[in-house]
T-cell receptor, first 117, second 110 residues
Framework: NAGVTQTPKFRILKIGQSMTLQCTQD?????MYWYRQDPGMGLKLIYY???????DKGEVPNGYNVSRSTTEDFPLRLELAAPSQTSVYFC????????????????FGAGSRLTVL | GENVEQHPSTLSVQEGDSAVIKCTYS??????FPWYKQELGKRPQLIID?????GEKKDQRIAVTLNKTAKHFSLHITETQPEDSAVYFC?????????FGKGTRLSVIA
């Protein structure tokens, strides 16, 4: 069981470039999330997915896109990278039962540190 | 939507003392409250959680209390050790995905 695997671990982009952060989980979790964490700050939700084919915006979705074609994979696409997107990105997954019926323990990936220059 | 406030933002304690971190939430529908610990350069990891039908939960030196009426919950760490130094995040789950507080940087001074 690898858990949540993110690639790449580090990346430097030039302004205006595009890239995709990959995320895959092998726990058969239905929910997947992308968070960003700016230096010394908390976790802000970018996008999340409740299952294959379904995605929803979080708190800070602008400048990003996601897709969820399979249960396992949830890539995050950055179009036209900007310095404000310099951050550490965490993918996470969880198995969420119907609302109110239980816990929602998130398993995080190791993070991807992105610098936009 | 849910809003989670966390205090203090930084906390320094002497080794062996207790540390308390407090969070408030806004959505009365929230029913699950986890705490995550993030060591420097690492990913956040769950350390303890509590559901809305429980007032207190303990796990060795860590405890969490929940006051649903006042909409606040707290993390208590007793007999702090240097390895407790980290950033701690509270979170709340209701009808939306987990909403995190801004974090508390705890420093345990030997």
């Amino acid at each position: 069981n690898a858990g949540v695997t993110q690639t790449p671990k580090f990346r430097i982009l030039k302004i205006g470039q595009s890239m995709t952060l990959q995320c895959t989980q092998d726990m058969n979790h239905n929910y997947m999330y992308w968070y960003r964490q700016d230096p010394g700050m908390g976790l802000k939700l970018i996008y999340y997915s409740v299952g294959a084919g379904i995605t929803d915006k979080g708190e800070v979705p602008n400048g990003y896109n996601v897709s969820r074609s399979t249960t396992e994979d949830f890539p995050l696409r950055l179009e036209l990278a900007a310095p404000s997107q310099t951050s550490v990105y965490f993918c996470a997954s969880s198995y969420l039962k119907p609302p109110g019926s239980g816990a929602n323990v998130l398993t995080f990936g190791a993070g991807s540190r992105l610098t936009v220059l | 939507g849910e809003n989670v406030e966390q205090h203090p933002s930084t906390l320094s304690v002497q080794e062996g003392d207790s540390a308390v971190i407090k969070c408030t939430y806004s959505d009365s529908a929230s029913n699950y409250f986890p705490w995550y610990k993030q060591e420097l350069g690492k990913r956040p990891q769950l350390i303890i959680d509590i559901r809305s039908n429980v007032g207190e939960k303990k796990d060795q030196r860590i405890a969490v209390t929940l006051n649903k009426t006042a909409k606040h919950f707290s993390l208590h760490i007793t007999e702090t050790q240097p390895e407790d130094s980290a950033v701690y995040f509270c979170a709340a789950l209701g009808n939306t995905p987990l909403v995190f507080g801004k974090g508390t940087r705890l420093s345990v001074i030997a």
